[in-house]
């Protein structure tokens, strides 16, 4: 199985984080390819720079393939997805968004913490 990690998933792998739960370990393991999308570099380059989370995105930029992960650019076919995407639950955040549309065009399943993400269903998985 090929997954796509979201960001506060990618941040907590990388930093060893306790709040990534075993289920979600063993997914990554299991996985034959660990995506991190471009989008979630910049999502924390944006977030980091008004102070809502401390991590520094040079440093989240590297970690991706110090990690065995590998960086999925976002494209055209990406963005052009979004636009099909459901309004699920009144959910407007643009990283998110775009995630759960490279993880259909791709295809790849998402890995998420994230109830509002999980809400849009079909390849998304909670953990």
């Known amino acids: 199985m090929r997954i796509l990690l979201d960001t506060h998933v990618f941040i907590w792998a990388v930093t060893d984080s306790r709040r990534l739960g075993k289920e979600a370990r ?7 390819e660990v995506f991190v999308s471009a989008a979630s570099i910049w999502e924390i380059a944006i977030k980091s720079a008004i102070g809502k989370i401390k991590a520094d995105p040079e440093e989240m930029a590297r970690a991706i393939v110090a990690s065995g992960f590998v960086e999925l650019p976002i494209t055209a076919a990406h963005a052009t997805q979004v636009a099909r995407l459901p309004l699920v639950n009144d959910h407007k955040d643009p990283f998110d968004r775009l995630l759960v549309a490279q993880s259909i065009v791709e295809p790849l399943v998402l890995l998420t913490a994230d109830p509002k993400v999980a809400a849009y269903g079909g390849l998304i998985r909670a953990v």
Do not use: E, W
């Open 26 to 32: 063993q997914v990554m393991r299991d996985a034959t």
